[in-house]
């Protein structure tokens, strides 16, 4: 079983600043894809990047980039230039390679973008 | 740009009576998913449904649950008969069955069992 583990339950930074959320996962698979979704007060996930295992080149997404780092299993999420409306519920979460598999998701880090 | 739409988006139900939360998921994808979130905790699969068959189910999908494709636009969770503990959101996405395969989000449907 796969368990995704993200050990900071609040964050603030600055508006224009840059934030990095952290996330580790744990699997015994090898071809996997890993995204982060962000969930503001609406409650409604959406994806914000996502990262294929076997490409060892960091996704990247406008202001939004990913520290893939497969042997230690970590896949933190840069924000740059924070806005305001970056402000949410940011989750990291995992899925196998094959087709219809489920995400499993993270605890969540609740991002607080400040004026 | 498509999107999974959800209905309701809120749904108030009294314990022992049966609901049914219905999602139009994205029309070229194959693969639909129900998940849940207890409200402060993190988003947990319940089911994955392809081809009209339940195609992976969690520990939660017990058999109060089920999963339908009534017609060829909608999908539906329906729960037998409500717990206080089913007050959650509860989502649906859907993905491709090639190529991208990340799984895109309906808004949700709040439901409060009381």
């Known amino acids: 079983a796969q368990t995704v583990t993200q050990s900071q339950p609040e964050m603030s930074v600055q508006e224009a600043e840059t934030v990095t959320l952290s996330c580790t996962y744990d699997?015994?698979?090898?071809?996997?894809?890993l995204f982060w979704y962000k969930q503001p007060p609406s409650r409604q996930m959406i994806l914000v990047i996502r990262q294929e295992a076997y490409k060892q080149q960091n996704a990247t997404e406008n202001r939004f980039s990913v520290n893939f780092q497969k042997a230690a299993k970590s896949f933190s999420l840069k924000i740059s230039d924070s806005q305001l409306g970056d402000t949410a519920m940011y989750f990291c979460?995992?899925?196998?390679?094959?087709?219809?598999?489920?995400?499993?998701f993270g605890e969540g880090t609740q991002l607080t973008v400040n004026p | 740009e498509p999107e999974v739409t959800q209905t309701p988006s809120h749904q108030v139900t009294q314990m022992g009576q049966e609901v049914i939360l219905r999602c139009v998921p994205i029309s070229n994808h194959l693969y639909f998913y129900w998940y849940r979130q207890i409200l402060g905790q993190k988003v947990e699969f319940l089911v994955s449904?392809?081809?009209?068959?339940?195609?992976?189910k969690s520990e939660i999908f017990d058999d109060q649950f089920s999963v339908e494709r009534p017609d060829g636009s909608n999908f539906t969770l329906k729960i037998r008969s409500t717990k206080l503990e089913d007050s959650a959101m509860y989502f649906c996405a859907s993905s491709e069955i090639w190529g991208h395969r990340e799984q895109y989000f309906g808004p949700g449907t709040r439901l409060t069992v009381t």
């Open positions: 449904f392809y081809n009209n068959e339940i195609s992976e």
């Open positions: 699997t015994s698979e090898n071809n996997y894809y």
């Open positions: 979460a995992f899925m196998k390679q094959t087709s219809g598999s489920r995400l499993t």
